[in-house]
């Protein structure tokens, strides 16, 4: 969905149905909206579940609907909880890792999820 049209550009996003395509499908995360200057997502982790992601191209924010377990942002640990909002730089590695149960986070690039 990466473009720049407006009239056709998605206005509302149902979530819980993004959560439903990632427990049917192979990926633990789902980007609903992709544009030059903004992409959003949801991410599902399972209790024990690899969080496998890269650093990327783009800034980046979490908000953690729920769950528990910690963000590694470069090397260091931050406790995750319902609630919680998170920063990421550009290229900086991170995982989401030790959750005990469903972790569900809404994120945001400031630019395009390449």
């Known amino acids: 969905m990466l473009g720049t049209d407006r009239a056709l550009l998605k206005i509302a996003f149902d979530t819980k149905e993004y959560l439903q395509k990632i427990a049917r499908g192979d990926s633990y995360f789902y980007t609903f909206l992709n544009q030059e200057n903004i992409a959003a997502g ?3 982790l399972a209790p ?3 969080d496998t992601q890269e650093p990327h191209d783009s800034d980046e924010v979490y908000y953690v609907v729920k769950g528990d377990g ?5 090397g260091k640990n931050y406790t995750v909880s319902d609630g919680m909002s998170y920063f ?3 290229e900086i590695p991170h995982r989401f890792h030790g959750n005990t149960h469903e972790l569900v986070v809404v994120y945001f690039f400031s630019g395009p999820d390449t």
Request: proline share 0%; hydrophobic share 45%.
């Open 88 to 90: 990421v730089g550009k």
């Open 48 to 50: 024990g579940e690899e």
């Open 70 to 74: 910690f963000l590694d942002i470069g």
């Open 42 to 44: 949801i991410l599902r």
